[in-house]
């Protein structure tokens, strides 16, 4: 018979740390915690792989998972000493959901499990404490009719709340033994009413029914909606805790709390959590009471505390991890209720791997692979300029959450988040959030809310997903109805709204009314630099260059760790206002006399230009790329000219002045914007294309106007020349795009080859080196990657267009139906930022095949979105190329990824040999 069922407790555990796979995150925590000798309430857990059963049989499990069951509580009620459904002395159990991989509050918790009519007087009785039994058992009906039985939670809210307004009280603990059994009696005709039964009195018929809906919270929507977000698979299933209660709602005595080892936001090794006291379950966490830092936890019960600490330290060494603990003290005495490895910051990830390194609790390949590629980014994201904020109204100082600063628009609710994301950046306010929130919280850049501590859902989850968020802020009272809100600051009251523009700081938990500015981070702070030193080595010999077409932006991928630029886009450089109406002129010359008057005066330009990247960039490579787009970019819309055209004959002077703003780069003036229009408008529909992706662009510009590739390439040579003279070491490589073959590279390469040649000879610098080689973007060229390496002496994947021409899509009409195709998983992700290894990866990997058979020492790399993405970063290092190449800001980010690569790929073939 398969084994179902795990015990633990009691000093011992069938289980361990090691099966998280069929105990989950929670369970396996629980019986390695209790193999250890903490002290946790017995239970035992039902396996993940009964989630999946329960679905495939029509919401049953099998008779063993039952039989496995009854067994396993009869051993908690032995080491309890009590039974379930026993009136004088009852048991009571919570059950508690717990898959593989952690998802906060996404899943279903009851608590009091075993609670009735009848035990609940013996509850009453055997604790003297009437008040704390009615709680609970009010509690219980609460979340059991939430969660097992679908009653709507407001149901019971309204009617509790009214009982208070009654009493006139404002805590929840202010309520007497006499206001909660009233409560009870409304709470079980509200259960009559929603589920037309009686609220189930059989403690064994509670705890199938409580065990199912565990199952069933798998599939709530914000379930599906975080695992989505996630990627965590479907198929993996919840398993379920079965354990005794212990009670942190008992007294002054007693109380429960949440904590991390270290702080998630930091990672600072400081001791770091909240209590609350007389409380009980998601209390802490709920954001309604604000509870205690766990610093004064040591005022309350110093003994409880020491041992807290020694028992979560020894939990941290034993997982060699930052823990993240859940615990109760039931009268002095203190259970420990979870623990597991805690999410972090990305800047808390990196310091805790880097402390830990240096504590020699792990060793430095452990500490690269302990932090996602991806949580970089938030040490890679700008803080607030702080002379902007200085003319902002600071409208509250909150709780500082998760680090970073963002700048939006309000959005009140979760929706109008997700609806006014699309128009720009939105920051979410909240009085506190609930896993109900995801959506709203991904949506949006930030997240505020009014009440909460740094535990609470809204900390928790923006840490999670790495966006700033700022809690507590006492001074904002919301009125989510009417979509405003009331800040007390500095003595008046203001009233933001719906829309309105706010800068947060999740680093210190300041919140201002209007915009400012951001600041790039600092890549040089000492455990960054740290961090990066130790995933540098890792990845061997295997290059990271930044996409940058100015100096500025080569500086400052220099400072990231980029070693060259992996692509210069020479285009971009005129569309610069002193340029442009030079392109222009040459764009619209009929002769190839006056496109080369035009090109001389955009020849120095470009040279500057390039010098300055050079000098930038002093001992690296630079890969410059020759003209790509397509002409009709740099000159008017044809649709824009034909209205203009059209309303001329009308218009009055005021308008004609605005045209001949409009068209001053052609030389026009107020008498003949006719003639110049009618001018342009003939020359423009002579480049009209019908696909201009597809049309005259890339080496085809080059090869029908060569004055263009001439000019270019003597721009970069003379640049050469120049950079040099300064004494600094230049690595010129220059690229040639959208061949769909070699003859294309042959004919572009002999013209930029003849050009530096003669330049570099007249500056007697005929030893300096050089590369021509091409960009494989079109998939004819790389299924004849062979012949064009004859020519190519390097190549670079353009994924960007070797995307849209491999799977004849086109990047920007795919944003219009991206979601359906995603959702309907037609495609597992967006092509175009993470790259589809499974077809267009065929193509990489052959030409980059191909291309070394004909020349062994052909450099290979990639210069397309996907440099910057981890996943696409790993491929690229599997299949051999040399470098991959992203903006400056995702040069960490590749980086780590590449050590991440090679740290596996050694580990999987060292795996290979011992099993050989
Ligand atoms: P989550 O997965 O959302 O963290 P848990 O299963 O940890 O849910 O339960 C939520 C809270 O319920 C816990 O933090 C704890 O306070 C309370 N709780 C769970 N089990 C017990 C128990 N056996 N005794 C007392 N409180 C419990
Ligand atoms: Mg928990
Ligand atoms: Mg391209």
């Known amino acids: 018979m398969p084994k179902y069922v795990y015990s633990f407790g009691g000093g011992t555990a069938e289980g361990n740390g090691t099966m998280k796979d069929a105990l989950g995150g929670k369970g396996s925590g629980l019986a390695e915690m209790s193999r250890a000798g903490v002290p946790v309430p017995p239970g035992f857990t039902v396996v993940t792989d009964v989630c999946n059963l329960f679905f495939d049989n029509n919401q049953t499990v099998p008779e063993e998972v039952n039989e496995q069951s009854w067994k396993a509580l009869a051993e908690v009620e032995k080491l309890t000493g009590k039974k379930l459904g026993d009136a004088a002395d009852p048991l009571l159990l919570s059950v508690r959901s717990g898959a593989k991989f952690s998802m906060p509050g996404m899943m279903n918790t009851i608590l009091n499990l075993g609670l009735n009519d009848e035990t609940t007087e ?50 929840d603990t202010e309520l007497t033994a006499e206001d909660l059994k009233a409560i ?30 565990v199952f069933n919270s798998w599939w709530a929507p914000k379930a599906s909606y975080y695992r989505k977000m996630e990627k965590i698979s479907d198929r993996l299933g919840t398993a379920c805790n079965i354990q005794a209660m212990v009670f942190g709602n008992m007294g002054d005595n007693c109380c429960t709390g949440v904590g991390f080892t270290r702080d998630p936001g930091s990672g600072d090794k400081v001791f770091y959590g909240e209590f609350l006291v007389n409380a009980q379950g998601e209390d802490v966490v709920a954001g309604i009471r604000t509870p205690q830092p766990i610093s004064e936890l040591r005022d309350w019960n110093a003994g409880v505390y020491d041992q807290l600490r020694e028992i979560t330290a020894m939990l941290e060494k034993h997982y060699k991890d930052m823990q993240d603990f859940e615990f109760t003290v039931q009268e002095g005495k203190l259970y420990m209720l979870q623990t597991r490895n805690g999410k972090r910051t990305g800047p808390a990830a990196v310091k805790v791997a880097v402390d830990m390194v240096d504590e020699k609790l792990i060793d430095e390949k452990t500490a690269v692979m302990r932090v996602a590629p991806s949580q970089l980014d938030q040490l890679l994201h700008p803080v607030f300029d702080a002379a902007s904020l200085k003319s902002l109204t600071k409208l509250a100082t909150g709780i500082d959450a998760s680090p970073g600063a963002a700048v939006g628009r309000l959005a009140f609710t979760s929706d109008a988040a997700v609806e006014m994301a699309e128009g720009g950046p939105v920051i979410l306010i909240r009085k506190e959030t609930t896993p109900d929130d995801i959506h709203g919280m991904d949506a949006a850049r930030g997240i505020v809310t009014a009440v909460g501590g740094k535990s609470s859902h809204a900390a928790v989850v923006a840490r999670g997903m790495g966006r700033p968020c700022v809690v507590g802020c006492g001074a904002i009272s919301i009125n989510e109805r009417a979509k405003t809100a009331d800040v007390k600051a500095g003595g008046k009251t203001i009233t933001v709204k719906q829309g309105d523009w706010v800068s ?101 330009m470009q040279r500057k230009d390039f010098q300055g990247l050079f000098e930038a960039m002093d001992g690296l490579p630079v890969v410059i790329r020759t003209i790509d787009p397509p002409l009709h970019e740099f000159v008017p ?30 030389g026009v003036e107020v008498k003949t914007l006719k003639t110049v229009l009618q001018d342009l408008l003939k020359r423009v529909e002579d480049l009209h294309e019908m696909n201009p992706m597809l049309g005259l662009r890339g080496c ?37 795009p959208l061949i769909g073959g070699v003859q294309e590279l042959e004919n572009q390469k002999a013209i930029v080859k003849k050009i530096a040649d003669e330049v570099l000879q007249k500056a007697g610098m005929k030893k300096q080196k050089y590369l021509i080689g091409t960009m494989i973007e079109i998939p004819r060229a790389a299924l004849l990657a062979d012949q064009v390496a004859r020519e190519a002496e390097f190549f670079s994947f353009g994924t960007n267009d070797l995307t849209q021409t491999t799977m004849g899509l086109s990047r920007d009409d795919y944003t219009k139906f991206s979601k359906q195709y995603e959702e309907k998983k037609i495609f597992k992700a967006d092509p175009f930022g993470v790259l589809d290894q499974e077809g267009v990866g065929l193509l990489v990997k052959w030409a980059v095949e191909k291309g070394r058979q004909t020349r062994p020492d052909l450099e290979v790399g990639i210069c397309g979105e996907h440099g910057g993405e981890p996943s696409s970063v790993e491929f690229c290092y599997r299949v051999g190329m040399n470098y991959v190449s992203c903006s400056p800001y995702r040069v960490p980010i590749a980086l780590l990824a590449a050590a991440q690569a090679a740290i596996t790929k050694n580990e999987a073939s060292g795996e290979a040999n011992r099993t050989a």
Do not use: W
């Open 637 to 666: 819309k044809r649709e824009e000219l034909m209205v203009d055209l059209a309303k001329l004959p009308n218009a009055d002077i005021k308008a004609k002045r605005e045209m001949v703003e409009r068209y001053k780069n052609f």
């Open 700 to 736: 085809r510009l080059g090869i029908l106007y060569p004055e263009i590739t001439e000019m270019q390439a003597r721009a970069i040579f003379e640049a050469v020349v120049a950079a040099a003279k300064k004494g600094k070491h230049v690595i010129p490589e220059v690229m040639i």
């Open 504 to 604: 947060m700081n999740g680093t210190n938990g300041e919140v201002y009314l209007g915009q400012a500015v951001t600041k790039a981070p600092d890549p040089n702070s000492p455990v960054f630099a740290k961090f990066m030193k130790m995933a540098k080595v890792f990845r061997g010999d295997f290059g990271v260059r930044a996409n940058a077409d100015i100096p500025r932006d080569a500086k400052a991928a220099v400072a990231f760790g980029a070693e060259g630029i992996g692509l210069c886009r020479t285009e971009h450089m005129f569309f610069a206002e002193d340029r442009l109406p030079h392109m222009q002129a040459m764009i619209l010359s009929e002769t190839e006399k006056d496109r080369r008057k035009c090109l001389a005066k955009l020849l120095p």
């Open 184 to 213: 009870i009696g409304e709470y079980k005709k509200i259960v009559q009413k929603a589920a037309k039964r009686d609220f189930p009195q059989d403690p064994r018929e509670q705890m199938v029914l409580a065990r199912n809906a």
């Open 122 to 171: 013996g509850l009453a009785k055997k604790t003297s404490n009437p008040r704390f039994a009615y709680d609970c058992y009010r509690r219980f009906i609460q979340m059991f009719g939430e969660v097992a039985m679908g009653i709507d939670m407001a149901l019971f809210d309204e009617a509790f709340d009214a009982r208070k307004h009654k009493a006139k009280i404002k805590l």
